[in-house]
């Protein structure tokens, strides 16, 4: 069942989505060489709660961090350790909020440095417009799967591949919550999207296969030829008059 949500609930999920952005913002600053994924962790933590808040992932499942940090060939659910970035690591960083009974969600990707080649560079680039191609479809009127389509129709215009196994969702006082959002599907098909709707859309996008497979920890999830990966995310309110994007950060132009 997809829940919509009051003008009240939008007012509480802002917050959720601007506390979120925020962390975020310092956590992708903070990438650089020689940094530990562990040391990520313990500022994102810090940063949740000196707003706060509350980091969502901790626990979820069982899940041991705050925030998920994926680096190249890895997918999502990367855990926080002692692996240190190195120059032309493709970085994804993948965290969540929670204040005041609602949650946000996002997630970047940047590279330590300079990109490893021109076609990592164009996978990140495809990727993000990939998630800004969907939010703009996500309009009242418009069926889920624009969305899902507006993602899979760029993505494979320039070569690349979307991840099946792992999908966008609804989201509100729970970070997952009905409707799935799937990066590939059919245009004009799937639930009617309505005013009130919140979606975490998030595009994990591959630079070879689409086929991929979780380590012995039974969380990173890898690309099976181990080529890069990368992934955004922003958790999207569908207001009367379209979309207003609730995890925007600072670096980011578009509304
Ligand atoms: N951001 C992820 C998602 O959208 C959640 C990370 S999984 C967790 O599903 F276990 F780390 F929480
Ligand atoms: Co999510």
């Not at 929670?98 to 440095?113: E, H, K, M, N």
Request: a negative charge; charged letters at 25%; proline letters at 6%.
């Amino acid at each position: 069942m997809i829940e919509l949500k009051s003008a009240q609930e939008r007012e509480k999920m802002r917050r959720a989505g601007r506390v979120t952005a925020e962390v975020l913002e310092v956590l992708k600053t903070a990438v650089r060489p020689g940094i530990t994924t562990r040391e990520l962790d313990v500022l994102a933590e810090r940063e949740t709660r000196a707003r706060g808040a509350v980091p969502v992932f901790k626990g979820y499942h069982g899940y041991p961090a705050s925030v998920c940090v994926s680096v190249n060939d890895e997918v999502v659910h990367g855990i926080p350790g002692a692996r240190r970035l190195k120059p032309g690591d493709l970085v994804s960083l993948d965290f969540g909020a929670q204040i005041d009974g609602f949650v946000g969600d996002s997630a970047l990707s940047v590279f330590v440095g300079e990109p490893p080649s021109p076609r990592a560079a164009e996978l990140l680039e495809v990727t993000y417009q990939a998630l800004w191609r969907a939010i703009a479809a996500m309009r009242p009127g418009a069926r889920l799967g624009d969305v899902s389509w507006a993602v899979q129709e760029h993505v494979e215009a320039h070569g690349f591949s979307v991840v099946r196994e792992y999908v966008g969702h609804g989201i509100g006082r729970a970070m997952h919550e009905d409707p799935q959002v799937p990066n590939y599907g059919q245009p004009g098909k799937g639930p009617l999207l309505r005013p009130g709707l919140a979606l975490a859309i998030e595009p994990m996008v591959n630079e070879g296969t689409w086929e991929v497979g979780v380590l012995d920890d039974g969380w990173t999830v890898v690309t099976l030829d181990h080529r890069l990966s990368c992934h955004f995310e922003h958790t999207v309110f569908l207001g009367e008059d379209g979309p207003e994007v609730l995890t925007l950060r600072s670096d980011e132009k578009r509304v």
